[in-house]
């Protein structure tokens, strides 16, 4: 059974730090691109971070970079998003997402909510 599973949301306030998780089971994980994504009230779900198979490469929204930080271990099969200095527009529900290439697939875990507010 696939599942990914997202932990660590929560309230925090402006300025504050948040470290989100995500746990992988049911499939390879290591073959999967992984990548966090986040949708705020009446917006549209967005990229937030990714991570190549080997954590060699990372990508970041323009929002993000310099503020979050995506890791992945593959043994523990898990992938995590350090957050940083929050601001009220970092409020979303904060998504985990595992895509494979070849063969085309994908996976979402349900989501957290992240609330800044002071």
């Known amino acids: 059974q696939v599942q990914l599973v997202e932990s660590g949301g929560g309230l925090v306030q402006p300025g504050g730090s948040l470290r989100l998780s995500c746990a992988a089971a049911?499939?390879?994980?290591?073959?999967?691109?992984m990548k966090w994504y986040r949708q705020a009230p009446g917006k549209e779900r967005e990229f937030v971070a990714g991570?190549?198979?080997?954590?060699?490469?990372?990508n970041y929204a323009e929002f993000a970079k310099g503020r979050f930080t995506i890791s992945r271990d593959n043994r523990r099969k898990t992938v995590s998003l350090q957050m940083n200095s929050l601001t009220l527009e970092d409020t979303a529900v904060y998504y985990c997402?595992?895509?494979?290439?070849?063969?085309?697939?994908?996976?979402w875990g349900q989501g957290t909510q992240v609330t800044v507010s002071s």
């Open positions: 997402k595992a895509e494979a290439v070849s063969p085309k697939n994908e996976y």
């Open positions: 049911g499939f390879t994980f290591h073959y999967y691109v």
């Open positions: 991570v190549t198979r080997d954590g060699g490469v990372k």
